[in-house]
């Protein structure tokens, strides 16, 4: 997959990922990844009694899920990941969910030595119903195709 520079994106440019269902594995590997084992995402009947009527991902998991999504949509040369803005966790993510990302261009501007671009994205998880469940900005260090002399 070619990958694109900094030159190759304008502010406004869109992309929507593939999608990704999250399942039961998804969230045990989670859990035992992040140490993170809150009844609300391991125990089905503590789940039945929440406002959710059932378990729900780790709302972190969600955000990885996402990380990896969005960094094929678009394909950038990515030289860092520098932030995270405002981020919010509209909605949980249920067992069987399929997400997408909706990432655009906000904001991009040359390094004070123009040999990288600096990114400013909005980030949009979306649900198979459309309903947006996280969103928020990302800051990427990319790659320019041609460097000052």
């Known amino acids: 997959m ?3 520079y900094y030159e190759d994106v304008e ?4 992309w929507t990922s593939g999608g990704r269902t ?3 594995t998804d969230i045990v590997n989670f859990a035992g990844l992040s140490g993170d084992f809150n009844p609300l995402h391991m125990d089905e009947e503590f789940g039945r009694k ?13 955000l990885a899920v996402m990380s990896g999504l969005g960094s094929f949509y678009p394909p950038m040369r990515t030289v860092a990941f520098l932030g995270i803005k405002e981020w919010s966790f509209k909605a949980p993510i249920f067992i069987g969910d399929t997400i997408y990302v909706k990432t655009k261009v906000l904001e991009k501007r040359l390094t004070s030595k123009g040999d990288r671009g600096i990114i400013v994205w909005e980030k949009k998880v979306i649900n ?3 309903e947006v469940v996280q969103e928020g900005k990302t ?3 990319v790659e320019v195709r041609s460097k000052p002399a």
């Open 2 to 4: 070619e990958r694109l």
């Open 11 to 14: 502010v406004g440019d869109e």
């Open 22 to 24: 999250i399942t039961e």
């Open 50 to 62: 929440t406002i959710f009527g059932k378990r729900i991902a780790h709302g972190l998991l969600g």
């Open 128 to 130: 198979q119903k459309g």
């Open 139 to 141: 800051t990427t260090m």
